[in-house]
């Protein structure tokens, strides 16, 4: 009887032991998966937002002075360290700040706009002035005016919704860019 029990027990044992494993297996391609996703949705969003700001022009530079594919100002550039370069140096060489450059200052401005976000993540999934409230449309409409006026048209459950020089405002920009699944 003893024998028999311990048989049973191990047939018994084995194929829950591979479940469990083919279950870890499983878990780590889902994972995979999401992951690989959420990248190319970033990376869809980042083209998106700079087909919006220079139709994907690297060397472009706008009426009020900020450059570049994703529309930087000077002073945005001098604040993530991008001390030398300058709407003149650009003008005068715009390889100074070449595409890959500028998607290393845009991936660093939007983390540091997340990072003043951080305490304002409760908003996702909210619904403001018939905008629902996602990840990329945060990152988008920071881009476009700076986290503080992001935090003031979520603080005043959208009443301040400023405006760029041309127009766009927060809000444009939370419902045109709030598509990208980046949770």
Partial sequence: MVVFSVFVFQVCAAPVLNFEMRMSKF??????????????????????????????????INCIGCFGEWQF???????????KITLKNFQKDPEIFPRDLQLEALKGLIKVNMSYLRHYQHFIGDTIDNIV????????????????????FLKSEGKINRQDVLGTSIGDYLSKFGKYELE
């Fill in 133 to 152: 409230i996602t990840k990329s449309g945060m990152i988008a409409a920071s881009h476009l005016g700076g986290a503080g006026s992001l935090i003031k």
């Fill in 73 to 83: 100002s000077e002073s945005t550039l001098r604040f993530l360290g991008y001390r």
């Fill in 27 to 60: 878990r780590s391609a889902i994972e995979y998966a999401n992951t690989k996703h959420h990248e190319k949705e970033f990376q869809r969003l980042i083209q998106d937002l700079g087909w919006s700001e220079s139709l994907n022009n690297p060397y472009s």
